[in-house]
């Protein structure tokens, strides 16, 4: 079985579980590393689990593709992983889009503590004022890839227009990220510090999310105190 000696430092600093450690998970699959890659990538994309590193995932393959060091051997070249990464994120979309289309709204209600049915309102206004091109966005954030594609087909998203941006989202997605590891995987100072990398790929897909959320809470707290303040007037 292939293993990759950047393994062990890639983990030291890390702090994922180990599944979600890149290098972990690629080793996993022993000598069908390219298939699981796929696999990665496709349940992600819209299988409605998100707990999963794509940024980091395609990062890592387009690194080991630049490697020319007898330890860390290649398992695909990089022109392979170009076509195959954004064919599976584009189909896993697809499955998402279904999903959404056919059931989406089922899994949305009022007291679900996670899929409540004002995502799909809020998503619907959100597409209609800024168009197809949240497809393409959406790609390039964790857990919010996920669940893009089914909340767009819940909303009723035109087939044709999704169809079209989640195309152009797959490849510069799939393809950008994987090459961008590619393309820093030959400077030294990368290959000496990935684990560091890493983080910083985590901290900054992340950053979006923690920053939504943020709106969130600190909206609900406004607008609670205003109810406070509009209750004392009227006493």
Do not use: C
């Not at 180990?18 to 819209?46: A, C, H, K, R, Y």
């Not at 599976?88 to 059931?103: H, L, N, P, S």
């Not at 985590?202 to 406004?222: C, D, N, T, W």
């Amino acid at each position: 079985m292939m293993t990759y000696a950047v393994a062990s430092s890639t983990t030291n600093l890390a702090l994922l579980p180990g599944f979600l450690d890149p290098v972990n998970l690629l080793n996993s699959f022993g000598t069908w590393m390219l298939v699981g890659l796929l696999l990665v990538v496709f349940i992600e994309s819209g299988l409605l689990f998100p707990l999963l590193p794509g940024d980091s995932l395609l990062f890592t393959a387009g690194l080991i593709a630049a490697s020319k060091s007898t330890e860390i051997e290649p398992f695909a070249p990089i022109w392979l992983l170009m076509i195959l990464i954004p064919i599976a994120g584009i189909a896993g979309d697809q499955v998402g889009y279904v999903i959404g289309a056919r059931g989406g709204t089922a899994l949305f209600k009022e007291d679900s503590k996670f899929f409540k049915k004002k995502y799909i309102d809020e998503s619907h206004e959100f597409f209609v004022k800024h168009g197809p091109i949240t497809i393409v966005l959406a790609r390039f954030v964790p857990i919010v890839r996920t669940f893009a594609p089914v909340v767009a087909g819940a909303a009723n998203m035109k087939y044709r227009i999704f169809v079209t941006y989640n195309v152009i989202g797959g490849i510069a997605w799939g393809s950008g990220v994987t090459f961008l590891g590619y393309l820093l995987g030959q400077i030294e100072f990368v290959r000496d510090n990935i684990d560091y990398i890493f983080l910083l790929i985590v901290a900054v897909s992340v950053l979006p999310i923690v920053i939504e959320v943020g709106k969130r809470v600190f909206g609900k707290k406004r607008t609670e105190s205003a109810d406070l303040e509009t209750e004392h007037v009227g006493s």
